[in-house]
């Protein structure tokens, strides 16, 4: 017949047992000492997780916007062209399009060249797929040239020039110049800057219209490089859009592109970081748990009369388990939440106050980003409680294995 554990009697001597002792001072130490390292595992794994994860939204909130939600592209020598367009146009009513033209270029001013992408856009349709450009186009000059461009606020500053200067463009293909060639060049008129939060595309992307492009370059009207589609829910519309051109017989001619796929690597090694940091920072509540056997070992060790003359007087090994795999759930989960306090105490405070100020031409922001999702926050927990319960059963067994005869007999 199964025994049955007798609850106040376990509940009363853990009670003891957390009590201070002054014969033997160092086992409540240590145990405090457990209990502060967990809590503090559990706070910094928070705080750590919390900042990879705002940080990570932050860097593709802002690459969603410079590389557009999803990317028509040509295949080989195809083009996507006006009939591509008004077809998706229809079909898709609720997703915004931006056909553009692409090419490489140096700007050059006075003060120096630099190398960027040239984009040819229509001003309209961008404003509605792009914010950036949007609020560019909020500041604009106005100016009613075909040869007008939108540069970014690094770019213009470091070429020293302002909004409704000139801005020389040389161009790879090349024109013919007495008896020899040439770089294709022009200079454009600045309209208004730009400013994305990040530099290097600050830097490197310039903005014109179509009818440069067509005059410059002679691209034809309506063939284009490319088309930047907005979209809300970029995967699901992916599928959507490929499953459309495929059943128009269009699929072997473009195909589509996600944001995410033209940063691949970028987000791969920004999520290798988070579970490599997780990783480690978890070994601090492991170290920790350490802490737990050791207290609980010298618990044992030291209260073995103790253990000895219960199981004299008729408390079973289940029970002697029980009271000590309790001690060490009761330290290590009392430090978890402590330590899920302190995490959520942390975050309030350091999204709250400016405590911690970014440059922000480095980072893109100013303030420090921390949002903790819901799935971070129950593996902390979880991996802690693991830890915790772990660490507390060999002490547990080691304490319920005491051979009372041999312990009486020597002490």
């Not at 040239?145 to 909004?163: C, H, Q, R, Y």
């Not at 459309?244 to 999520?271: H, R």
């Amino acid at each position: 017949m199964a025994t049955t554990k007798n609850t106040t009697f376990i509940n009363k001597i853990i009670k003891h047992y957390l009590k201070y002792d002054r014969d033997n001072p160092f086992i409540f130490i240590s145990s405090l000492l457990a209990f502060i390292g967990i809590a503090a595992g559990v706070m910094v794994l928070m705080l750590a997780m919390g900042i990879m994860n705002g940080t990570q939204k932050e860097f593709k909130k802002r690459l969603f916007v410079m590389n557009y939600p999803l990317t028509l592209v040509p295949i080989g020598y195809q083009n996507a062209n006006d009939d591509i367009l008004n077809k998706l146009s229809i079909k898709f009513p609720s997703l915004e399009f931006s056909p553009y033209y692409t090419t490489q270029v140096i700007s050059k001013s006075t003060y120096g060249v630099n190398g960027s992408i040239l984009y040819g856009v229509d001003f309209n349709k961008e404003t509605k797929i792009n914010e950036v450009f949007e609020k560019s186009a909020q500041d604009s000059s106005k100016i009613q040239s075909k040869f007008k461009i939108v540069v970014g606020g690094t770019l213009a500053e470091d070429m020293n020039v302002k909004k409704g200067e000139k801005l020389t463009l040389y161009f790879s293909e090349q024109q013919a110049v007495g008896f020899g060639s040439m770089p294709v060049q022009k200079r454009f008129t600045i309209d208004s800057t730009f400013d994305s939060g990040l530099n290097t595309y600050d830097k490197a992307i310039i903005y014109t219209t179509h009818a440069a492009f067509q005059k410059i370059l002679k691209r034809k009207e309506g063939i284009y490089d490319g088309i930047h589609i907005y979209s809300a829910d970029a995967m699901n519309d992916l599928d959507r859009i490929n499953s459309y051109l495929k059943s128009i017989g269009y699929d072997k001619g473009v195909s589509i592109q996600g944001y995410w796929e033209q940063n691949a690597s970028f987000f791969a090694a920004m999520e290798m970081e988070k579970r490599a940091l997780f990783l480690v920072l978890l070994l601090i509540i492991l170290v920790a748990a350490l802490n737990i056997i050791s207290s609980l070992l010298m618990t044992v060790m030291s209260r073995r009369t103790e253990i000895a003359l219960m199981k004299t007087l008729g408390a079973t090994s289940i029970e002697i388990k029980s009271i000590f795999f309790r001690l060490g759930a009761i330290i290590g989960l009392g430090g978890i939440v402590a330590g899920t306090i302190l995490g959520l105490i942390g975050m309030w405070v350091l999204t709250t106050f400016n405590i911690i100020h970014l440059s922000e031409d480095v980072y893109g922001f100013s303030k420090l980003p921390i949002d903790l999702t819901m799935i971070d926050f129950v593996l902390i927990i979880i991996g802690a409680i693991i830890i915790v319960l772990l660490s507390s059963i060999y002490p547990a067994k080691k304490a319920s294995s005491t051979d009372p005869l041999n312990v009486l007999r020597n002490e």
